[in-house]
């Protein structure tokens, strides 16, 4: 892969922070930070990654340029929301200073009003996503599968940020927790097939800010670059200050991913 | 009454599929049994006198029960063993009913079940094995099984069930399977002595890191793979259990994972009272189950085959491979029913030093999730195909005689390896 010369002479530098990689890492989460880095790295832009424990400074947070967080099992989740709460004040700060950030899997359902570990107990969440989410009743099940979903933000699909936008979200959904979006925040996209957010309204994951929550566990990225090269444009514009173009990258690899599930859930691409 | 009618029947469904030629029918007469009588298993059991050995597990249930058989049939002992196919409730059944004889009664004095890890609480309704080995949990299929906290949390409530009678075999290097034998008496553990003793890190796919009794974080004096060392916990001071079998007899079987198989069915041997004398050299001639670490010669050149099915798996696997001087490595990446659906522990797998490689091929339903792993780990120049056979084609073009191309398949696209490789279809 080609070092872009220009950009690098520009000394552009990312601090991605990823919240207790130890307990909220489920299932392939990781796919994610390394796709950031790949994609920070194949274009010149230097970029480190802090592992966010319970001993990591409230400083240390707040030098967080792009934060990411993965999934916990039900028996963990509860842990890592003790360890949520003791740096809720630098993480919303983050988020009201407009700090990109992406919660895929379970982790949205932390960072919401409350959440229901099982039928009949609430557990205070972060608040940074007016949302909510409940246990499913006895008669549900567990929504499983492949997703594909329409990006319905407009300021993710347009330019300078995505060189292709690409408004399909692709990937796979593995939930009990129905969650339901309040006024003071947005759907990240329409569901095209699979269950989304609750399995009713059609709507999947949730925008507050440049904060992006997702059910789509694990590697959401690695086929939807687009949506990586988002939170790496935001993050340079948040840090410095000005709109970056950034550098066009091969995706056809990705597109073919992609296209192959869109396509095998009779998703016309 | 009733059993002789479903055994009968069963026998003749059996028979019917295989001239059909639609598989060896290995589920179908156990669907039938257990419709008509759903004690079916359990009451053929009473009336027989077979011992039974049951084996669970995420990874090494295939290994580990036929080293098991091997050690016992080179001894003189009769046994009966499932297919790896037929580990669910029906297999089960059917493996029992075609080895009946016209009395309604097993024959073998051993039979030696290797049950999936979400039915075994089931199977445990029906039979009260002599003794029940458990090897290990680690994150595998969660579409299908749930998490794997779940499954802990089954296993411990069906173990405080479990009759006296029943002899547990655990890894005490899994702090998750130690824990279940804590509070029980007829317990057995195997395990590695820790030679290191400094502070140690579970790998990045690790799954039991919290104390299953007070919640808090594990810690490793030494690790051998995944969450799988000598574990502690500094809080209430838990630790892992004192080992009643730490040596193995030597073995072709490759890989940290493989040590531990052949420790557990050392225990099992032992407490069957073979001598170490008897163990060692019915082992020694092991020939390993179908696609795992199997060679077989394609074309005049050597091709071994590593079943991968999940990040635990696939670390080892490609661990044993580097150790073995890989050049040339096909992985094939499947996400039907026997694999899982969702492909995403590809993440999990760790990578070390992939420049090593001269050519890395990857094929199945999910080639190109698969050739993105390869991608951004930098290794660029991964080839990718939508056709197996093209894929192992060219593999074969690029090793030369005494080099050997290495395939990491799920456990479909095994399947589909090994039928183009042998040109012939397996179960």
Same mark, same amino acid.
């Given at each position: 892969?080609?070092?872009?010369?220009?950009?690098?002479?520009?000394?552009?530098?990312?601090?991605?922070?990823?919240?207790?990689?130890?307990?909220?890492?489920?299932?392939?989460?990781?796919?994610?930070?390394?796709?950031?880095?790949?994609?920070?790295?194949?274009? +010149?832009? %230097?970029?480190?990654?802090? *592992?966010?424990?319970?001993?990591?400074?409230? @400083?240390?947070? /707040?030098? =967080?340029?792009?934060?990411?967080?993965?999934?916990?099992?039900?028996?963990?989740?509860?842990?890592?929301?003790?360890?949520?709460?003791?740096?809720?004040?630098?993480?919303?700060?983050?988020?009201?200073?407009?700090?990109?950030?992406?919660?895929?899997?379970?982790?949205?359902?932390?960072?919401?009003?409350?959440?229901?570990?099982?039928?009949?107990?609430?557990?205070?969440?972060?608040?940074?996503?007016?949302?909510?989410?409940?246990?499913?009743?006895?008669?549900?099940?567990?929504?499983?599968?492949?997703?594909?979903?329409?990006?319905?933000?407009?300021?993710?699909?347009?330019?300078?940020?995505?060189?292709?936008?690409?408004?399909?979200?692709? +990937?796979? %959904?593995?939930?009990?927790? *129905?969650?339901?979006?309040?006024?003071?925040? @947005?759907?990240? /996209?329409? =569901?095209?097939?699979?269950?989304?957010?609750?399995?009713?309204?059609?709507?999947?994951?949730?925008?507050?800010?440049?904060?992006?929550?997702?059910?789509?566990?694990?590697?959401?990225?690695?086929?939807?670059?687009?949506?990586?090269?988002?939170?790496?444009?935001?993050?340079?514009?948040?840090?410095?200050?000005?709109?970056?173009?950034?550098?066009?990258?091969?995706?056809?690899?990705?597109?073919?991913?992609?296209?192959?599930?869109?396509?095998?859930?009779?998703?016309?691409? | 009454?009733?059993?002789?009618?479903?055994?009968?029947?069963?026998?003749?469904?059996?028979?019917?599929?295989?001239?059909?030629?639609?598989?060896?029918?290995?589920?179908?007469?156990?669907?039938?049994?257990?419709?008509?009588?759903?004690?079916?298993?359990?009451?053929?059991?009473?009336?027989?006198?077979?011992?039974?050995?049951?084996?669970?597990?995420?990874?090494?249930?295939?290994?580990?029960?036929?080293?098991?058989?091997?050690?016992?049939?080179?001894?003189?002992?009769?046994?009966?063993?499932?297919?790896?196919?037929?580990?669910?409730?029906?297999?089960?059944?059917?493996?029992?009913?075609?080895?009946?004889?016209?009395?309604?009664?097993?024959?073998?004095?051993?039979?030696?079940?290797?049950?999936?890890?979400?039915?075994?609480?089931?199977?445990?309704?029906?039979?009260?094995?002599?003794?029940?080995?458990?090897?290990?949990?680690?994150?595998?299929?969660?579409?299908?099984?749930?998490?794997?906290?779940?499954?802990?949390?089954?296993?411990?409530?069906?173990?405080?069930?479990?009759?006296?009678?029943?002899?547990?075999?655990?890894?005490?290097?899994?702090?998750?399977?130690?824990?279940?034998?804590?509070?029980?008496?007829?317990?057995?553990?195997?395990?590695?002595?820790?030679?290191?003793?400094?502070?140690?890190?579970?790998?990045?796919?690790?799954?039991?890191?919290?104390?299953?009794?007070?919640?808090?974080?594990?810690?490793?004096?030494?690790?051998?793979?995944?969450?799988?060392?000598?574990?502690?916990?500094?809080?209430?001071?838990?630790?892992?259990?004192?080992?009643?079998?730490?040596?193995?007899?030597?073995?072709?079987?490759?890989?940290?994972?493989?040590?531990?198989?052949?420790?557990?069915?050392?225990?099992?041997?032992?407490?069957?009272?073979?001598?170490?004398?008897?163990?060692?050299?019915?082992?020694?001639?092991?020939?390993?189950?179908?696609?795992?670490?199997?060679?077989?010669?394609?074309?005049?050149?050597?091709?071994?085959?590593?079943?991968?099915?999940?990040?635990?798996?696939?670390?080892?696997?490609?661990?044993?491979?580097?150790?073995?001087?890989?050049?040339?490595?096909?992985?094939?990446?499947?996400?039907?029913?026997?694999?899982?659906?969702?492909?995403?522990?590809?993440?999990?797998?760790?990578?070390?030093?992939?420049?090593?490689?001269?050519?890395?091929?990857?094929?199945?339903?999910?080639?190109?999730?698969?050739?993105?792993?390869?991608?951004?780990?930098?290794?660029?120049?991964?080839?990718?195909?939508?056709?197996?056979?093209?894929?192992?084609?060219?593999?074969?073009?690029?090793?030369?005689?005494?080099?050997?191309?290495?395939?990491?398949?799920?456990?479909?696209?095994?399947?589909?390896?090994?039928?183009?490789?042998?040109?012939?279809?397996?179960?």
């Amino acid at each position: 892969m080609k070092n872009i010369s220009h950009f690098s002479s520009l000394n552009f530098h990312l601090r991605i922070g990823w919240m207790f990689p130890q307990i909220m890492s489920t299932y392939g989460d990781r796919g994610n930070i390394i796709v950031l880095q790949r994609r920070c790295e194949w274009r +010149g832009i %230097e970029v480190e990654t802090l *592992r966010i424990t319970e001993h990591t400074s409230d @400083k240390e947070i /707040a030098s =967080v340029d792009l934060l990411f967080g993965g999934g916990a099992q039900d028996r963990e989740q509860e842990v890592a929301m003790e360890h949520l709460m003791s740096k809720k004040q630098p993480i919303k700060k983050l988020i009201e200073n407009d700090v990109p950030a992406l919660f895929v899997c379970g982790s949205p359902q932390l960072m919401g009003n409350y959440f229901e570990p099982t039928k009949g107990r609430k557990i205070e969440g972060l608040g940074i996503f007016d949302i909510y989410s409940k246990s499913p009743e006895p008669d549900e099940q567990r929504l499983i599968g492949n997703l594909v979903a329409e990006i319905i933000v407009e300021n993710i699909k347009t330019k300078p940020y995505v060189i292709d936008p690409s408004p399909l979200l692709v +990937g796979f %959904e593995n939930h009990g927790g *129905r969650t339901y979006i309040q006024s003071n925040a @947005k759907p990240l /996209a329409k =569901v095209i097939k699979g269950n989304g957010n609750n399995g009713k309204d059609g709507t999947e994951g949730v925008v507050y800010k440049n904060a992006l929550g997702t059910y789509l566990h694990g590697p959401l990225l690695p086929k939807n670059p687009g949506l990586a090269d988002w939170l790496i444009a935001k993050a340079l514009e948040v840090k410095y200050k000005k709109k970056i173009n950034l550098e066009p990258l091969d995706d056809t690899l990705e597109e073919k991913a992609k296209t192959a599930i869109a396509r095998r859930l009779g998703v016309q691409v | 009454m009733l059993n002789k009618v479903l055994i009968a029947l069963g026998k003749s469904i059996s028979k019917t599929s295989q001239l059909l030629n639609r598989g060896n029918g290995s589920t179908w007469p156990g669907h039938v049994a257990l419709t008509g009588n759903k004690n079916f298993i359990k009451q053929i059991l009473a009336k027989s006198k077979t011992k039974v050995i049951i084996v669970a597990g995420t990874n090494g249930k295939t290994t580990t029960a036929s080293l098991i058989r091997t050690g016992l049939e080179k001894n003189g002992f009769s046994v009966l063993q499932n297919d790896s196919g037929a580990n669910l409730l029906n297999g089960i059944a059917s493996t029992i009913l075609l080895n009946v004889n016209a009395a309604g009664k097993l024959k073998q004095e051993y039979a030696i079940l290797e049950v999936d890890e979400g039915t075994l609480p089931l199977i445990l309704k029906q039979i009260t094995p002599d003794y029940l080995v458990l090897l290990n949990l680690f994150r595998d299929q969660l579409d299908r099984y749930g998490e794997l906290n779940t499954i802990v949390n089954k296993w411990l409530e069906t173990v405080e069930t479990l009759s006296e009678r029943t002899t547990l075999v655990l890894n005490a290097n899994d702090p998750q399977i130690a824990y279940l034998g804590l509070k029980r008496k007829n317990t057995k553990y195997f395990g590695l002595e820790t030679i290191k003793g400094t502070k140690d890190h579970p790998q990045h796919a690790a799954d039991s890191i919290l104390c299953l009794r007070c919640n808090k974080r594990l810690t490793f004096s030494e690790v051998y793979f995944s969450h799988i060392g000598n574990w502690h916990c500094e809080n209430c001071l838990l630790k892992r259990p004192a080992i009643d079998v730490s040596i193995f007899p030597e073995s072709s079987l490759k890989g940290t994972y493989n040590k531990f198989n052949l420790l557990a069915a050392t225990l099992v041997l032992r407490e069957l009272k073979l001598t170490e004398g008897q163990i060692g050299k019915s082992l020694e001639e092991f020939k390993p189950a179908f696609g795992r670490q199997e060679t077989i010669n394609y074309k005049g050149k050597s091709v071994q085959i590593f079943l991968t099915k999940n990040p635990t798996s696939f670390n080892q696997s490609y661990v044993t491979i580097k150790d073995l001087r890989a050049k040339v490595l096909l992985v094939v990446l499947n996400d039907r029913v026997p694999d899982g659906h969702d492909v995403s522990w590809i993440w999990d797998v760790d990578l070390p030093e992939l420049e090593k490689f001269k050519h890395i091929l990857v094929a199945g339903d999910r080639v190109y999730d698969m050739a993105l792993r390869f991608k951004y780990d930098n290794y660029q120049d991964v080839e990718a195909f939508e056709k197996l056979d093209e894929a192992i084609e060219a593999g074969i073009k690029y090793i030369d005689e005494e080099e050997t191309l290495y395939i990491l398949p799920t456990y479909s696209a095994m399947l589909e390896t090994r039928k183009i490789l042998t040109g012939k279809k397996i179960l």
